[in-house]
């Protein structure tokens, strides 16, 4: 599973709704997308074509979707336009492969030149770029990490684990011991956290785990919970469920200077906040106003929230409560992230909905309402295996390389023997 849909089911192998905008009886674009891929596979073009136009027609920024639509192009024989859809694909970052991809095959045999130019950048979309080192690796290969947080104080790393539901402490030297332990107190999968250190706190996201439900379809309800914790002892300050009702799944934090805090929850496609001192969370954001939304940050001047989600980014200035989807420039996208930090007027993120997957560094304007362009710090490094969260630390990014979260199903672990110790990188961040 790839690209778009991939993309929504990476933390627990879970779909999403498809008609939070569309309606409860019309087909959404996912279904078309996820029919389209099926029709491409089946080796059917025809039959895909429509419905990865259709698709494509929402996700107009999303290079997989472009790809495979290029895909569906060639193969019903509109090479043109499957190279000016290639080329869209392609100037996004994307397409590495497409000069050997047998869909391809016949726009090479006919020597056009416009499929020519595209050759040296479908090349160098798939180089590896950065100079990522081995921070630290955990010998637990089985913990399935989603989340990290850093502790400026102890200089600690915290890694939560999916499939052993708890919390793990690197110390600066590299010594690694549970933090809370598995399943105490009620918690249960880790995703995203967060350190408040001015109040000596962890935060964190905790979901119930998959169950199987019947036909293979989507579970009729999950809860969650937000999770404080002493950064001292690991003792358990507070707990605060999900509302009641739906399926929840918390994903990630974005913490406020003054205590408070927003929270993502993927699957109801809402955003949560939480008032500094207390103890019930507001809907910020209504379920269904996003297709799941995930990684989530703070300006470090508190003005801005910016919250990523399937179709790229959203934006609120807190003050005036004005609300936008972040714009970029032509040829940058910010769909397909997970993982979302701010550092120095820009956006730190991880982009798992990428293949070959990547960290990129979005600078935005002054205004801090716009990116401006983009940098890749990291991308096809041989230890990524879904990235998915990070941490900044100063001038450093720490994360998660090698999350295997493939490997995650209902019943745990898959093929336990077959992981491989988690992997934390460090690369440097512009200053």
Same mark, same amino acid.
């Given at each position: 599973?790839?690209?778009?849909?991939?993309?929504?089911?990476?933390?627990?192998? @879970?779909?999403?709704?498809?008609? #939070?905008?569309? *309606?409860?009886?019309?087909?959404?674009?996912?279904?078309?997308?996820?029919?389209?891929?099926?029709?491409? +596979?089946?080796?059917?073009?025809?039959?895909?074509?429509?419905?990865?136009?259709?698709? =494509?027609?929402?996700?107009?920024?999303? $290079?997989?979707?472009?790809?495979?639509?290029?895909? !569906?192009?060639?193969?019903?024989?509109?090479?043109?336009?499957?190279?000016?859809?290639?080329?869209?694909?392609?100037?996004?970052?994307?397409?590495?492969?497409?000069?050997?991809?047998?869909?391809?095959?016949?726009?090479?045999?006919?020597?056009?030149?416009?499929?020519?130019?595209?050759?040296?950048?479908?090349?160098? &979309?798939?180089?590896?770029?950065?100079?990522?080192?081995? !921070?630290?690796?955990?010998?637990?290969?089985?913990?399935?990490? +989603?989340?990290?947080?850093?502790?400026?104080?102890?200089?600690?790393?915290?890694?939560?684990? %999916?499939?052993?539901?708890?919390?793990?402490? #690197?110390?600066?030297?590299?010594?690694?011991?549970?933090?809370?332990?598995?399943?105490?107190?009620?918690?249960?999968?880790?995703?995203?956290?967060?350190?408040?250190?001015?109040?000596?706190?962890?935060?964190?996201?905790?979901?119930?785990?998959?169950?199987?439900?019947?036909?293979?379809?989507?579970? =009729?309800?999950?809860?969650?919970?937000?999770?404080?914790?002493?950064?001292?002892?690991?003792?358990?300050?507070?707990?605060? $469920?999900?509302?009641?009702?739906?399926?929840?799944?918390? &994903?990630? #934090?974005?913490?406020?200077?003054?205590?408070? %805090?927003? @929270?993502?929850?993927?699957?109801?496609?809402?955003?949560?906040? @939480?008032?500094?001192?207390?103890?019930?969370?507001?809907?910020?954001?209504?379920?269904?106003?996003?297709?799941?939304? &995930?990684?989530?940050?703070?300006?470090?001047? *508190?003005?801005?929230?910016?919250? !990523?989600?399937?179709?790229?980014?959203? =934006?609120?200035?807190?003050?005036?409560?004005?609300?936008?989807?972040?714009?970029?420039?032509?040829?940058?996208?910010?769909? *397909?992230?997970?993982? %979302?930090?701010?550092?120095?007027?820009?956006?730190?993120?991880?982009?798992?909905?990428?293949?070959?997957?990547?960290?990129?560094?979005?600078?935005?304007?002054?205004?801090?309402?716009?990116?401006? *362009?983009?940098?890749?710090?990291?991308?096809?490094?041989?230890?990524?295996?879904?990235?998915?969260?990070?941490?900044?630390?100063?001038?450093?990014?720490?994360? #998660?390389?090698?999350?295997? %979260?493939?490997?995650?199903?209902?019943?745990?672990?898959?093929?336990?023997?077959?992981?491989?110790?988690?992997?934390?990188? +460090?690369?440097?961040? $512009?200053?």
């Amino acid at each position: 599973m790839n690209g778009a849909i991939r993309r929504c089911v990476l933390v627990t192998a @879970l779909t999403l709704r498809v008609a #939070i905008a569309f *309606g409860q009886d019309e087909v959404g674009p996912y279904e078309r997308y996820q029919r389209g891929m099926a029709a491409l +596979e089946a080796k059917d073009a025809p039959r895909a074509l429509p419905d990865l136009e259709a698709a =494509a027609s929402v996700f107009r920024r999303d $290079p997989d979707v472009l790809y495979a639509l290029a895909k !569906a192009k060639a193969l019903t024989g509109d090479a043109d336009g499957a190279i000016a859809t290639l080329a869209r694909a392609v100037a996004l970052g994307y397409g590495a492969g497409a000069d050997t991809d047998p869909a391809f095959a016949s726009l090479a045999d006919a020597d056009r030149p416009a499929f020519r130019a595209l050759l040296p950048k479908i090349v160098a &979309n798939g180089r590896p770029v950065g100079s990522a080192r081995v !921070a630290f690796t955990l010998s637990e290969a089985d913990l399935i990490p +989603e989340g990290i947080a850093s502790d400026p104080g102890s200089r600690r790393l915290f890694v939560g684990s %999916l499939a052993r539901n708890k919390i793990v402490a #690197i110390s600066p030297d590299g010594r690694a011991a549970d933090f809370v332990p598995s399943g105490r107190d009620g918690l249960q999968r880790v995703l995203g956290m967060k350190v408040d250190a001015s109040r000596k706190s962890l935060w964190v996201c905790s979901a119930e785990a998959d169950s199987p439900s019947p036909g293979g379809g989507r579970q =009729a309800t999950r809860a969650s919970t937000l999770f404080r914790f002493d950064l001292a002892t690991g003792k358990t300050l507070r707990k605060i $469920p999900s509302p009641p009702g739906g399926t929840h799944l918390f &994903n990630d #934090i974005a913490l406020e200077k003054d205590g408070g %805090l927003f @929270l993502t929850d993927s699957e109801e496609g809402a955003v949560y906040r @939480l008032r500094a001192g207390r103890d019930t969370l507001e809907v910020f954001q209504a379920p269904g106003r996003f297709f799941y939304p &995930n990684g989530i940050a703070l300006s470090d001047d *508190g003005r801005y929230l910016y919250v !990523a989600h399937v179709l790229g980014v959203a =934006a609120w200035e807190l003050g005036s409560g004005r609300s936008f989807d972040l714009p970029t420039p032509e040829d940058v996208t910010i769909v *397909g992230i997970d993982g %979302l930090s701010f550092h120095r007027g820009g956006l730190v993120a991880i982009q798992n909905g990428m293949e070959p997957n990547r960290v990129a560094y979005f600078p935005l304007a002054p205004s801090l309402d716009r990116v401006t *362009g983009e940098r890749v710090l990291e991308r096809g490094n041989r230890n990524f295996e879904i990235p998915t969260t990070g941490a900044v630390v100063g001038n450093s990014y720490y994360f #998660i390389a090698n999350s295997q %979260l493939r490997a995650l199903g209902p019943e745990g672990v898959k093929d336990s023997e077959k992981r491989k110790p988690v992997v934390i990188l +460090e690369i440097g961040l $512009p200053r």
